[in-house]
């Protein structure tokens, strides 16, 4: 298994999901397992895309971006799928719209 993390601007992340869900990916579900699909809101270093995104972190001392981080934990074979749909939805036409990281898991187990 694996698991999908990316970081997008929040003007795409419903788009993103929508893209998700109505992929091959995510309807061919194998050993009937449920993708787990999980939504953060964080601050980061995204380059704003207008002056809406800007917000200054007292924390921080320093500006921030309003994004959101996906974890999406996916088969193997369906990486490559799931990569190019987030890729395309969340594209912006800015140098660096986002980042998207996988990496392996090493074991997953249901809570019953």
């Not at 990916?25 to 993708?35: F, I, K, T």
Request: hydrophobic share 40%.
């Amino acid at each position: 298994m694996k698991e999908i993390k990316a970081y997008v601007h929040r003007n795409r992340v419903a788009d993103v999901i929508a893209a998700l869900k109505a992929s091959s990916a995510w309807n061919n579900r194998q050993n009937n397992r449920p993708h787990n699909l999980t939504l953060y809101v964080v601050k980061g270093s995204l380059t704003p895309q207008d002056d809406a995104e800007r917000h200054y972190s007292i924390e921080l001392g320093d500006e921030v971006v309003n994004e959101y981080k996906l974890e999406l934990n996916c088969e193997d074979d369906q990486v490559d799928e799931f990569v190019q749909i987030i890729t395309a939805a969340a594209r912006t036409g800015q140098d660096s719209a986002g980042w998207v990281y996988v990496v392996d898991l090493l074991r997953a187990e249901p809570i019953r």
